[in-house]
T-cell receptor, first 114, second 116 residues
Framework: ETGVTQTPRHLVMGMTNKKSLKCEQHLGHNAMYWYKQSAKKPLELMFVYSLEERVENNSVPSRFSPECPNSSHLFLHLHTLQPEDSALYLC?????????????FGPGTRLTVT | AQSVTQLDSQVPVFEEAPVELRCNYSSSVSVYLFWYVQYPNQGLQLLLK??????LVKGINGFEAEFNKSQTSFHLRKPSVHISDTAEYFC??????????????FGTGTRLTVIP
């Protein structure tokens, strides 16, 4: 595997379910991010991890719970979601040292909440 | 904080014609600028970036962009588009000189549709 991978690619869940999204980066980066992409809205930054520590939480509801067990893996745990949480969830990674500031994105998980 | 405005939500253009996608940013500090492309059912892919140096930057797939500090713009151009360029294009900005994780602020995107 190369780059940033995300599983599953598609997920349909009911409002009472609990599920998790997984992201893995194979680039040796030290920062990871979760974004939410909804139709006709800018990308919304949800969480930022640097060296496995959460450095930003952009007022995300507690029904979204991130976890970063090591620098290569990032999870987003989901429970009691709402229909408006249906969106494409994108994971990204970066290496902010050494002059590299761009983020590398995974293909996303298309989440539908019914 | 930084912000980005992409003035055109949709840009239709005929195949082999030139195209310009507009991006303006707002920031009180020095910035780095990026253009990303998103094809259907995929994540975002970096097209090009401006960190410093020459204001004209060249990227993948024949795209280029020019950083204009006085006009706070970073417009994306391609002299001749192909059908395969049909996609969503995002401009992004971040504060320069950060260490650790850096937040990218994205525009709302421009849908480029290339017409045969």
């Amino acid at each position: 595997e190369t780059g940033v991978t995300q599983t599953p690619r598609h997920l349909v869940m009911g409002m009472t379910n609990k599920k998790s999204l997984k992201c893995e980066q194979h680039l040796g980066h030290n920062a990871m991010y979760w974004y939410k992409q909804s139709a006709k809205k800018p990308l919304e930054l949800m969480f930022v991890y640097s060296l496995e520590e959460r450095v930003e939480n952009n007022s995300v509801p507690s029904r979204f719970s991130p976890e970063c067990p090591n620098s290569s893996h990032l999870f987003l745990h989901l429970h009691t979601l709402q229909p408006e949480d249906s969106a494409l969830y994108l994971c990204a990674s970066s290496q902010a040292w050494q002059g590299m500031y761009e983020q590398y994105f995974g293909p996303g998980t298309r989440l539908t909440v019914t | 904080a930084q912000s980005v405005t992409q003035l055109d939500s949709q840009v239709p253009v005929f195949e082999e014609a030139p195209v310009e996608l507009r991006c303006n940013y707002s920031s009180s500090v020095s910035v780095y600028l990026f253009w990303y492309v998103q094809y259907p059912n995929q994540g975002l892919q970096l097209l090009l970036k401006y960190l410093s140096g020459s204001t004209l930057v060249k990227g993948i797939n024949g795209f280029e962009a020019e950083f204009n500090k006085s006009q706070t713009s970073f417009h994306l151009r391609k002299p001749s588009v192909h059908i395969s360029d049909t996609a969503e294009y995002f401009c992004a900005v971040t504060r320069s000189g950060q260490t650790g994780a850096n937040n990218l602020f994205f525009g709302t995107g421009t849908r480029l549709t290339v017409i045969p």
